[in-house]
C-alpha cells in the first residue's frame, strides 16, 4: 500500500532521516520505533509534507506522493495525528471532530451565506457521526466542552477521533498513548483494532513496548535516522543489535 | 448545528438589534445626533468584517481604515470624476478591493503575528502615501468632495434616509456573518485561531480560506468607506490614516474579539466616546485611554462579556 523509498531528511548538518526504505502492506499495522531523537517523527512529518524531503521517494498504492501537502494527501486517503497535540482549544470536542469531517461538507460562499438546507442537513447528518465517534471510545460525554479545559488523555483521543473523522485508508499515528495511564493505553490500543479491522492501515510510531508487540504486524527499529532493522515482533524482541541500540537500554 | 446554536444564541440578538435599531431614531432630536448614529453603523459593519478576520480567524490587520478610506475614494473617484452612478461605483470600488485583497492575501498571511500585523501596517502606510500624494485624482492632503448619492432617480438627502440605509446594511450583514459562522466554513476559520497544523492534517487549503476570510473583511469595509464617503460628501486621508486603522482595531478587541456583537458594540462604543468626552476638554485623550485601559484588565474577554454573566445568572 505505502512504499518509502531511500526517503531523506536534513536539518542543517543533521540528517534527521537518513536513507529509509520500508513497505506497509494494506490492512497491516506497522510500527516504528526507536530511541528519543531517532528521527521518528521527523520521518512522520516528512511522509505527511510537513517538511519537504531531501531525497527518496514516498509511493501509494504505485502514485508517487512524494512532498505532497498535508491537506492533499487527506484526500488521497492519508491522515496523521500529533505527538504534541494540535487540537483547536477555542472550540468544543465535537466542533474539532466536525472540522474532521471538513472533506466532506460544502464549504461553497453561497450555500453558507445563505443557509442552504443540505448544508444544514449535512451538518446534522455529521453531528450525529461525529457523536457516534465518541462514544466509540467513549469521550462522548465532553462533547460540548472546550477542548482546553480538557486533561491530556481525552485530548490524546480526541485526536485520534477527528483523524478516523476524515475516512483514512492509512493513519500515521505519532505516539498515540504518549503520557497515557494504563486503562487509557489499552483503551486507544483497542480502538487501533479495531480501526485495522475496517481495513484502515496504520503506521504507528510508539514507544509504550507492550503494545507495539502485541498491536504490530511489522516493526520498522530507527537509530540516528537510519533504519537499524526490520522484522515481525518477534524477529525484532530476539535482534541483538536493537536489544543493544534499544530494548536493552531501556530495561 | 444544535451544539453550534446552543453556544451563540446568536439568533434572537439580532431580532433585539433590529429592534434597537428601529427604536434609536427617537432619541435623535437632529442632524449633528443622526451624523453619530450613522457613523457609528458604518464603523460597527467595518468591525464585524474585521471581526471575522481578527476575532475569528486569528489574523491581525492594521490596514482595515486604508481598505475602508481606499474603498470609498475608488468609489468617489469613479462617480466624481467619470459620471459613474453611485451604486455602479460602489459595485467597481468593491470589485478593485477584491481583487487587491487576494493578490495581498497570499504573499502577507503567510507570516503569522507581529510579522503580519508589520506587513498590514506597511500596506495601510503605503495606501495613506498614495492617497496624500496622487493630488490629481484625490485632491492630495486637502481631501476631495463626494458627489451626493442617489439611488433609482433618487437622491438621498435626509439623514432618516441614511439611517435606514446604514441600519439595514448592517442588519444584512450581521445576519450573513452569523450564517458564515454557524457553517463548516465559520468552523476553518476558527480552526484557524488556534492551530493551523490541526485544520490542515484533516485537508484544509489553510492558504485558500485565509485569503477568503481576508477579502470578504476588507470588502465589507470598503463597502462601509464607499457609503459613509457619500453619505459625509467629503473624504480626506485621514479616513484612510493610521489611527482610523489602529481605532478599527480597538472596536473588534473592545468589544470582545470572535463574538459577532461584541464588534458591534465595540464599535458604537468608541464612536460615541469621543462626543461624550468633549466637556473634559484637554483631558479627553486621556480619559479616553484610561477608559480603555480599564476594560481591557477588568474585562479581558471585552464588553460582550458582561452579557454572559448576566445569562449565566439568569
Ligand atoms: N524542525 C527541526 N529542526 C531542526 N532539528 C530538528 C527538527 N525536528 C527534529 N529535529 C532533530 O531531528 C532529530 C530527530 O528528531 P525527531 O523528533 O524526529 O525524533 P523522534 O524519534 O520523534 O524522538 P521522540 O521519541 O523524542 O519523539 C533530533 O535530533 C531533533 O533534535
Ligand atoms: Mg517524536
Redesign the pocket.
Known amino acids: 500500500m505505502l512504499e518509502i523509498r531511500n526517503l531523506t531528511k536534513r ?2 548538518g ?1 540528517t ?2 537518513d536513507d529509509i526504505s520500508f513497505r506497509v502492506a494494506k490492512g497491516h499495522i506497522h510500527a516504528v520505533i ?10 512522520v ?1 516528512t511522509i505527511s509534507g510537513v ?1 519537504r524531503s531531501d531525497g527518496g521517494s514516498v509511493w501509494l498504492d504505485g502514485a508517487d506522493i512524494t512532498d505532497t501537502p498535508t491537506d492533499q494527501l487527506v484526500y488521497r486517503g492519508i491522515c496523521r495525528t500529533f ?1 504534541n497535540l494540535e487540537i483547536c482549544g477555542g472550540m468544543t470536542v465535537l466542533e474539532n471532530v466536525m472540522l474532521g469531517f471538513d472533506r466532506y461538507l460544502s464549504k461553497g460562499l453561497w450555500p453558507t451565506l445563505l443557509r442552504s438546507r443540505r448544508l444544514l442537513e449535512d451538518e446534522r447528518r455529521y453531528t450525529e457521526r461525529a457523536m457516534h465517534l465518541l462514544g466509540l471510545i467513549g469521550i462522548r460525554d465532553y462533547a460540548h466542552q472546550e477542548a482546553r479545559n480538557l486533561s491530556y488523555g481525552i485530548l490524546k483521543k480526541l485526536e485520534i477521533v477527528r483523524a478516523l473523522a476524515t475516512g483514512p485508508e492509512l493513519l500515521l499515528l ?2 498515540p498513548v504518549a503520557g497515557l495511564n494504563p486503562r487509557e493505553t489499552a483503551e486507544v490500543a483497542e480502538l487501533i483494532r479495531t480501526i485495522v479491522a475496517d481495513e484502515v492501515t496504520v503506521i504507528l ?1 510508539e ?1 509504550d513496548m507492550r503494545m507495539v508487540m502485541d498491536l504490530s504486524d511489522r516493526i520498522t527499529v ?1 537509530h540516528f ?1 537510519k533504519k537499524l532493522a526490520e522484522g515481525t515482533p518477534e524477529e525484532i524482541r530476539n535482534d541483538p543489535e536493537v536489544i543493544e541500540a534499544y530494548l536493552g537500554g531501556r530495561r | 448545528m444544535r451544539a453550534l446554536a446552543r453556544r451563540w444564541n446568536l439568533r434572537p440578538a439580532l431580532g433585539v438589534t433590529a429592534l434597537i435599531l428601529a427604536l434609536v431614531p427617537w432619541m435623535l432630536s437632529n442632524d449633528f445626533y443622526y451624523e453619530i448614529a450613522i457613523l457609528a453603523l458604518f464603523n460597527a459593519m467595518i468591525a464585524v468584517g474585521l471581526n471575522l478576520l481578527m476575532g475569528y480567524a486569528g489574523q491581525i490587520s492594521l490596514a482595515h481604515g486604508a481598505f475602508a478610506g481606499l474603498g470609498g475614494y475608488i468609489a468617489a473617484i469613479l462617480t466624481g470624476r467619470y459620471g459613474l452612478a453611485p451604486l455602479f461605483s460602489i459595485a467597481v470600488s468593491l470589485g478593485i478591493m477584491a481583487l487587491l485583497a487576494y493578490g495581498l492575501a497570499r504573499p502577507i498571511l503567510r507570516l503569522r503575528g507581529h510579522y503580519l500585523a508589520m506587513a498590514t501596517l506597511g500596506v495601510g502606510i503605503i495606501v495613506s502615501i498614495i492617497l496624500n500624494n496622487e493630488e490629481e485624482l484625490t485632491g492630495g492632503t486637502d481631501g476631495m468632495s463626494v458627489e451626493s448619492f442617489s439611488l433609482f432617480g433618487h437622491t438621498f438627502t435626509e439623514s432618516w434616509e441614511w439611517y435606514l440605509l446604514a441600519a439595514l446594511h448592517l442588519l444584512v450583514l450581521l445576519w450573513l456573518a452569523q450564517n458564515l459562522i454557524e457553517s463548516p466554513l465559520g468552523r476553518i476559520l476558527r480552526s484557524l485561531h488556534d492551530s493551523e497544523r490541526a485544520p490542515a492534517s484533516v485537508g484544509v487549503n489553510v492558504a485558500r480560506y485565509k485569503s477568503l476570510v481576508f477579502v470578504i473583511s476588507v470588502v465589507v469595509a470598503a463597502l462601509a468607506g464607499s457609503l459613509y464617503a457619500f453619505f459625509s460628501g467629503f473624504i480626506s486621508p485621514q479616513e484612510a490614516g493610521f489611527n482610523r486603522s489602529i481605532e478599527l482595531v480597538v472596536m473588534v478587541v473592545l468589544g470582545g474579539m470572535g463574538r459577532l456583537y461584541g464588534a458591534v458594540i465595540g464599535a458604537v462604543i468608541l464612536t460615541l466616546l469621543p462626543q461624550l468626552l468633549t466637556s473634559f476638554e484637554d483631558y479627553q485623550t486621556l480619559i479616553y485611554g484610561a477608559i480603555i485601559i480599564g476594560v481591557m484588565i477588568f474585562m479581558p474577554k471585552g464588553i460582550v462579556s458582561l452579557f454572559d454573566r448576566w445569562r449565566r445568572r439568569g
Do not use: C, R, S, W
Open positions: 536539518f542543517g543533521l534527521a532521516v526507536g530511541p528519543n531523537g531517532a528521527g521518528k517523527t521527523t520521518l512529518n517538511y505527538q505519532d505516539e510510531i514507544h530507527m535516522g
